[in-house]
């Protein structure tokens, strides 16, 4: 186990896709507040959580790497998201 996942620390993640390739802050270490925006997105049921992730990735991804995301489809960008977050996943 990574000794930085015991004191809430995690290391930045690379995310590479067919169609983006950058290094994210780990989606575990964003601020509270967007992880439980997500929670009541999910909860409301209106579709709104793609923007709350959206969100979260424009803080995570510097400003040249987001510019990127921007232009990919719905589905490239949820695979960029899904990537981003399973490489978050502490490894044991």
Do not use: C
């Not at 507040?33 to 923007?51: C, P, S, T, W």
């Amino acid at each position: 186990m990574d000794i930085s996942a015991l004191d809430g620390h995690y290391n930045p993640v690379e995310v590479e896709t067919a169609h983006f390739r950058g290094v994210a802050q780990n989606f575990y270490n964003l601020p509270i507040h967007i992880l439980l925006d997500l929670k009541l997105a999910q909860f409301e049921g209106k579709g709104d959580e793609i923007l709350v992730l959206f969100d979260a990735a424009e803080l995570a991804f510097d400003a040249k790497q987001f510019d990127k995301p921007q232009d990919l489809s719905f589905r490239q960008f949820m695979e960029v998201i899904r990537q981003w977050v399973d490489k978050s996943q502490p490894q044991e």
